[in-house]
């Protein structure tokens, strides 16, 4: 009878048992945090606190008074929720309205990401 060795897989087999030293392990720096904590909230940025004049296109959609730009990006979000713009697929898709196409630059589609630039764009 014959008897046939069966390769394991993954396994090396060798000759010698060679005798294995763990490697030296560096010992880890500790992380140092850059900040240190106060118990007071960080300032909200200046620029982004600016109240901002929105074009017509825009103003057709977050209204027409001057206000900051995280509030326009608030105020897009509301009427595209709102509305059910929102791509039932691709959630990151906006889809457009007969409000929101001037602003898109005719597309019917934008992404999330787009917002911001559009927003951008639209304000002065």
């Known amino acids: 009878m014959a ?8 396994r090396k087999k060798s000759s010698k048992k060679a005798a294995r030293r763990p490697a030296a392990r560096k010992k880890a720096a ?3 945090s850059r900040r240190k ?12 606190m600016r109240p901002l004049q929105p074009s017509s ?12 730009r995280t509030q326009v990006i608030s105020k897009l979000w509301a009427y595209i929720k709102r509305n059910g713009l929102q791509d039932a697929k691709n959630r990151r898709a906006i889809n ?4 929101l196409r001037p602003l898109f630059g005719g597309r019917s589609q934008v992404t999330m990401f787009d917002l911001a630039k559009i927003a951008n764009r639209n304000l002065s």
């Open 30 to 32: 500790k992380k140092t």
């Open 57 to 68: 296109q825009l103003a057709a959609v977050v209204g027409n008074s001057p206000m900051p």
């Open 96 to 99: 457009a309205d007969e409000k």
């Open 3 to 10: 008897t046939t060795r069966r390769k394991t897989a993954g």
């Open 37 to 48: 904590s106060t118990g007071r909230k960080r300032a909200p940025n200046p620029a982004f």
